[in-house]
């Protein structure tokens, strides 16, 4: 206000303009020097990550575990040393808790409500919270008996014994060290704007493992960079994760991508794909053999060009 003012009477004042002048950028390198050397010092406590750290270093004991509940600001992972596992859903949630007595979870004030209802719901107790409700950030401690784990059951239809010829690989492709792709299906159906990829894939388990891995699938066109249609999930939704895969196992995943929006931003025509992979927290599966995938360790499953047809599509099958 004090600058604005300043800068107002130069404007009227013209023989004064240059003292004023002086005392606009006098203020300004006050202010400046104000918010650096005190306020922001002040306030860092509770803007940043860091306080809700320090409360998980004083408390955390061996063995402990630290949950990241839906949070992706990288402050996280700076200040818990890339030790915290991010939690995707409350089955995910109920599985981390029932592998330690104590666990700590990082949520930020956007997820503040929806992690404080996770936490009743998982252990039905209410969620101790170690830093001050004035931080953005807030550190939970559940030290109370540990919960049960899921019960993971494959559902109907997400197992087989082998993959469809029609569906086959050529060859098997390694997704990372636990998965690979044993087969895939892609079907265009509708038009316009209402252009879907129905995607099928076949996941076989090539060891067990203690990772929940999520599938990721990206539509888009070559021809117009920038421009994604995005499916994160995990394989038959929480139902029956990767942790409850066995050596062996042939799981198969449905997931719709809607794409006609980004032929529209084509003019209609243009040539799309579907690129898939895998992930767990924030690292990407590395998709081996190299020739297999397009430099961003994802696997082409199929493509879309302007001779392509698409089958009739009805819109109430649409998820």
Not at 75 to 91: L, P
Not at 220 to 241: M, N
Not at 293 to 307: F, K, N, P, Q, W
Request: glycine share 8%; net charge negative.
């Amino acid at each position: 206000t004090a600058i604005a003012l300043t800068l107002g009477l130069a404007a009227f004042l013209r023989k004064a303009r240059l003292h004023l002048a002086f005392v606009a950028a006098a203020l300004s390198l006050g202010l400046t020097v104000y918010g650096i050397d005190h306020y922001l010092l002040l306030a860092s406590d509770c803007t940043s990550q860091r306080d809700a750290f320090e409360h998980y270093y004083a408390e955390r004991r061996p063995g402990d575990q630290l949950i990241n509940w839906q949070m992706n600001y990288r402050g996280e992972v700076f200040y818990g040393r890339s030790e915290a596992v991010k939690a995707v859903s409350i089955t995910h949630l109920r599985w981390l808790l029932s592998r330690s007595d104590r666990s700590f979870v990082v949520g930020n004030h956007k997820v503040y409500s929806s992690l404080t209802r996770a936490i009743r719901r998982v252990t039905g107790q209410e969620p101790r919270v170690l830093n001050p409700a004035t931080c953005s950030t807030r550190m939970f401690l559940y030290d109370g008996p540990r919960v049960d784990p899921p019960d993971f059951r494959p559902p109907s239809g997400s197992l087989v014994s082998s993959v469809p010829e029609r569906a086959r690989a050529d060859r098997v492709v390694r997704l990372g060290p636990d998965i690979s792709l044993a087969g895939s299906e892609v079907r265009w159906i509708g038009s316009g704007a209402d252009l879907t990829a129905d995607v099928t894939v076949y996941l076989r388990c090539e060891r067990d493992t203690d990772e929940w891995w999520k599938i990721f699938l990206h539509g888009e066109s070559p021809d117009l960079p920038g421009r994604r249609a995005i499916s994160d999930h995990t394989a038959v939704g929480d139902r029956y994760p990767s942790v409850a895969w066995r050596e062996g196992d042939i799981v198969v995943d449905h997931t719709r991508l809607r794409m006609g929006w980004i032929l529209q931003a084509l003019g209609g025509e243009g040539r799309l794909r579907v690129a898939a992979g895998v992930f767990h927290d924030m690292t990407r599966g590395q998709v081996t053999p190299e020739d297999a995938h397009d430099g961003e360790h994802r696997v082409i499953l199929a493509e879309y060009g302007a001779t392509d047809e698409a089958e009739e599509l009805v819109l109430d099958d649409l998820p």
